[in-house]
């Protein structure tokens, strides 16, 4: 039996103020998949994560994510399932390192033993009592991962990951993003072009004008 | 709900902390609205004047606009929005732990304007004394109705300049029941209605909160 998709979407429309953010996306996402959205600004990119997350409502066609209907279920559910990794500063500026990962244990019910060894697994252990706003943007990206590990997310969601990562946290991000998919999440990354070569062998989504252009492979 | 509420209110009193917006802003600001209305008084009215618990509260108004404000900002930045989203908290324990920091930093903004009262305006210090019960109980019935109203415009357009508009009609009732108890007590006069109107304002909102305050996150 095929198992069913992490995601389907079939015509998903979503609205702001009346304008079309998404209009009319057909998709499936397998369990345990890299999947990179690409498109021009403007292309949806950032709305389709969106309502992946349950963030945005869906005002018409069907949207279906980790088994929750996006338009009737339960989406508070749904979204304690999804990980989100924006662009933008994604924590308290005036926490440390530590106490934004602990307000999410706790918000999560996860225990706080996991901290230290998921501090360890990024490579920011060093910086855990320090406070958010003075790391760079490189150790910001690196503590949004710890973030998604805590959560131990069934569908990691990763608005322009690689926006402020250097070559050596590049190459640390896709080898986590290997062990993850591994262990059975599956990952969408927005990107405005393509993945440089990669052993991760992702398929690419290209949106153009809030609708699925081409799907390769 | 009240586990969430716990995480939410030492969050947000943490971040207060540690950033000492509170200590180094909003406080000076307080301190000097209470001795420029001590300054259009005069000083030979300063002391004699029935005005202390309606300058204070006057004061207390502007004070708590700035952490209403201050306090829906913390939650602000688009990123933090989505991704605290993606976590599922209880709307209503949200609700709850956010009116809880917004009513211990109004307290203690309160008590230090009360002492700046009774120093500046001459307020007799046994009636500040007696008012401070209702004092606590009007400024906890504003951080409840203020918590919803910064909710309502909070990510919206001009937020910073709306939350007045929308917050003066609501907090207004409270403000005059406030300004009628501590009166009272300064008259050593009874005026329970004036309490019973601050009590039944601060169930009310507390309830309403908890009920819309998902709403009006997800609008």
Same mark, same amino acid.
């Given at each position: 039996m095929t198992p069913s998709p992490v995601v389907h979407l079939r015509g998903a429309v979503a609205l702001s103020g009346g304008f079309p953010l998404l209009s009319g996306v057909d998709l499936d996402l397998d369990a345990a998949s890299l999947n990179v959205i690409t498109g021009?600004?403007?292309?949806?990119?950032? /709305?389709?994560?969106r309502l992946l997350a349950g963030l945005l409502t869906l005002s018409s066609g069907e949207a279906s994510v980790c088994g929750v209907d996006v338009a009737t279920g339960d989406l508070r559910q749904l979204r304690r399932r999804v990980g989100w990794l924006g662009h933008e500063g994604s924590f308290y500026a005036d926490l440390t390192? @530590?106490?934004?990962l602990r307000f999410c244990a706790r918000a999560l019910e996860r225990p706080l033993e996991d901290i230290d060894p998921v501090l360890e697994r990024v490579g920011i252990s060093s910086r855990a009592d320090t406070i958010t706003k003075n790391l760079s943007a490189g150790q910001r990206r690196r503590l949004g991962l710890a973030w998604l590990l805590l959560r131990r997310a069934e569908l990691w969601l990763l608005d322009e990951p690689y926006a402020s990562?250097?070559?050596?946290? @590049?190459? !640390? !991000?896709?080898?986590?993003? /290997?062990?993850?998919?591994a262990a059975g999440a599956t990952v969408v990354v927005s990107a405005h072009d393509p993945l440089r070569a990669t052993t991760l062998r992702p398929r690419t989504i290209t949106l153009a004008g809030g609708r699925v252009r081409e799907v390769a492979p | 709900? *009240?586990? =969430?509420?716990?995480?939410?209110?030492?969050?947000?009193?943490? *971040?207060?902390?540690?950033?000492? =917006?509170?200590?180094?802003?909003?406080?000076?600001? %307080?301190?000097?609205?209470?001795?420029l209305t001590g300054l259009a008084l005069g000083p030979a009215h300063a002391g004699h004047s029935s005005a202390g618990p309606g300058l204070f509260y006057l004061v207390m108004l502007f004070v708590a606009l700035l952490m209403i404000n201050r306090s829906q900002v *913390?939650?602000?930045t688009p990123g933090t929005r989505a991704s605290i989203a993606t976590l599922g908290l209880d709307p209503a324990g949200v609700f709850l732990g956010k009116a809880l920091a917004l009513c211990v930093e109004l307290w203690v903004s309160g008590l230090i304007l009360l002492a700046g009262t009774v120093l500046v305006l001459h307020t007799a210090l046994h009636g500040a004394f007696l008012a401070l019960p209702s004092v606590l109980v009007t400024l906890a019935a504003l951080a409840a109705a203020g918590t919803l109203y910064g909710a309502i415009t909070s990510g919206g357009e001009g937020a910073a300049t709306l939350l007045p508009v929308l917050c003066l009609p609501a907090f207004a009732p409270l403000l005059i029941a406030g300004e009628r108890a501590f009166s009272a007590a300064l008259t050593h006069g009874g005026l329970w209605e004036w309490w019973v109107i601050v009590?039944?304002?601060? =169930?009310?909102?507390? %309830? =309403?909160? *908890?009920l819309l305050y998902g709403v009006l996150e997800e609008s």
């Amino acid at each position: 039996m095929t198992p069913s998709p992490v995601v389907h979407l079939r015509g998903a429309v979503a609205l702001s103020g009346g304008f079309p953010l998404l209009s009319g996306v057909d998709l499936d996402l397998d369990a345990a998949s890299l999947n990179v959205i690409t498109g021009a600004n403007g292309a949806g990119k950032t /709305s389709l994560l969106r309502l992946l997350a349950g963030l945005l409502t869906l005002s018409s066609g069907e949207a279906s994510v980790c088994g929750v209907d996006v338009a009737t279920g339960d989406l508070r559910q749904l979204r304690r399932r999804v990980g989100w990794l924006g662009h933008e500063g994604s924590f308290y500026a005036d926490l440390t390192v @530590r106490e934004n990962l602990r307000f999410c244990a706790r918000a999560l019910e996860r225990p706080l033993e996991d901290i230290d060894p998921v501090l360890e697994r990024v490579g920011i252990s060093s910086r855990a009592d320090t406070i958010t706003k003075n790391l760079s943007a490189g150790q910001r990206r690196r503590l949004g991962l710890a973030w998604l590990l805590l959560r131990r997310a069934e569908l990691w969601l990763l608005d322009e990951p690689y926006a402020s990562l250097d070559d050596q946290g @590049r190459t !640390f !991000f896709d080898a986590l993003l /290997s062990e993850v998919i591994a262990a059975g999440a599956t990952v969408v990354v927005s990107a405005h072009d393509p993945l440089r070569a990669t052993t991760l062998r992702p398929r690419t989504i290209t949106l153009a004008g809030g609708r699925v252009r081409e799907v390769a492979p | 709900m *009240i586990r =969430v509420a716990w995480l939410v209110a030492t969050k947000d009193l943490r *971040i207060e902390a540690r950033s000492r =917006v509170l200590l180094w802003q909003v406080f000076p600001f %307080g301190a000097m609205a209470l001795l420029l209305t001590g300054l259009a008084l005069g000083p030979a009215h300063a002391g004699h004047s029935s005005a202390g618990p309606g300058l204070f509260y006057l004061v207390m108004l502007f004070v708590a606009l700035l952490m209403i404000n201050r306090s829906q900002v *913390i939650e602000a930045t688009p990123g933090t929005r989505a991704s605290i989203a993606t976590l599922g908290l209880d709307p209503a324990g949200v609700f709850l732990g956010k009116a809880l920091a917004l009513c211990v930093e109004l307290w203690v903004s309160g008590l230090i304007l009360l002492a700046g009262t009774v120093l500046v305006l001459h307020t007799a210090l046994h009636g500040a004394f007696l008012a401070l019960p209702s004092v606590l109980v009007t400024l906890a019935a504003l951080a409840a109705a203020g918590t919803l109203y910064g909710a309502i415009t909070s990510g919206g357009e001009g937020a910073a300049t709306l939350l007045p508009v929308l917050c003066l009609p609501a907090f207004a009732p409270l403000l005059i029941a406030g300004e009628r108890a501590f009166s009272a007590a300064l008259t050593h006069g009874g005026l329970w209605e004036w309490w019973v109107i601050v009590v039944v304002a601060l =169930v009310a909102y507390v %309830g =309403v909160g *908890i009920l819309l305050y998902g709403v009006l996150e997800e609008s």
